[in-house]
């Protein structure tokens, strides 16, 4: 099992620049798969990016050249790095993780399975 926690949102004016992080405790980092989905009220939730446990990384459409996903396993930490940031990019983003060879392999199409899930964290960004 593993607890996740999401921290380093905030407001930014557009064009900025916001890093998350969730910090991952209670089992081995390297071997899951982990990503960030976003939700604001009235659209669907939105898988933004994923990780392997490999290090391979899929994006969506929507963030492709402005988010990048990456990992420190000493640390036990899933970033997010977010640049160029548009107003369309207000939300709340969540960390998620799962382990095991159904995930493996495509972290990105099975991310509305991930079984352990962090409280969010709010990012805000303004014209």
């Known amino acids: 099992q593993v607890q996740l926690v999401e921290s380093g949102g905030g407001s930014v004016q557009a064009g900025g620049s916001l890093r998350l992080s969730c910090a991952a405790s209670?089992?081995?980092?390297?071997?899951?798969?982990m990503g960030w989905f976003r939700q604001t009220p009235g659209k669907e939730r939105e898988g933004v990016a994923a990780?392997?446990?490999?290090?391979?990384?899929s994006y969506a459409d929507s963030v492709k050249g402005r988010f990048t996903i990456s990992k420190d396993n000493a640390k036990n930490t899933l970033y997010l790095q977010m640049n160029s940031l548009k107003p369309e990019d207000t939300a709340m983003y969540y960390c998620a993780a799962a382990a095991g060879d159904t995930f493996r392999g495509r972290c990105f199409s099975t991310m509305h399975a991930f079984p352990y899930w962090g409280q969010g964290t709010q990012v805000t960004v303004s014209s």
């Open positions: 209670g089992d081995t980092y390297s071997r899951y798969c």
């Open positions: 990780i392997d446990s490999d290090g391979s990384t």
